[in-house]
């Protein structure tokens, strides 16, 4: 994800986080503004989806990979919305994410 262009447009904090406050919410049965800035602080230090699904696991069960799935979809779109591509690099791993996920079902 183009982590800059998302600071500097503060998406992360005007959609973002409103939206993970929402599904934490849900998810857990109560308000947990710690586990959604833990969220937000690993999105900003650039971690990789499956790093995040993995530490979210623990908290989230099963709600994990989709929450972080939904992320990554919000992201990219807001990317492609503004006309920001995403980097070569990251591009593999979405279609990567993809192929894996098509795999489970």
Same mark, same amino acid.
């Given at each position: 994800?183009n982590?800059?262009?998302?600071?500097?447009?503060?998406?992360?904090e005007?959609?973002?986080?409103?939206?993970?406050?929402?599904?934490?919410?849900?998810c857990?049965?109560?308000?947990?503004s710690?586990l959604?800035e833990?969220?937000l602080r690993?999105?900003? *230090?650039?971690?990789m989806?499956?790093?995040?699904?993995s530490?979210?696991?623990?908290?989230?069960?099963?709600?994990?990979?989709?929450l972080?799935?939904?992320?990554?979809?919000?992201l *990219?779109f807001?990317?492609?919305?503004?006309g920001?591509a995403?980097?070569p690099s990251?591009?593999?791993a979405?279609?990567?994410?993809?192929?894996? *996920?098509?795999a489970?079902?």
């Open positions: 994800l982590l800059p262009y998302l600071r500097g447009e503060r998406v992360l005007r959609k973002l986080r409103p939206w993970l406050e929402r599904k934490v919410d849900l857990m049965g109560g308000p947990q710690d959604v833990f969220i690993r999105i900003n *230090a650039s971690s989806p499956d790093a995040l699904i530490e979210l696991t623990r908290y989230l069960d099963d709600s994990a990979e989709p972080v799935e939904r992320v990554w979809r919000m *990219a807001e990317l492609m919305r503004s920001v995403l980097p990251q591009q593999k979405v279609e990567e994410q993809k192929a894996k *996920a098509e489970q079902k």
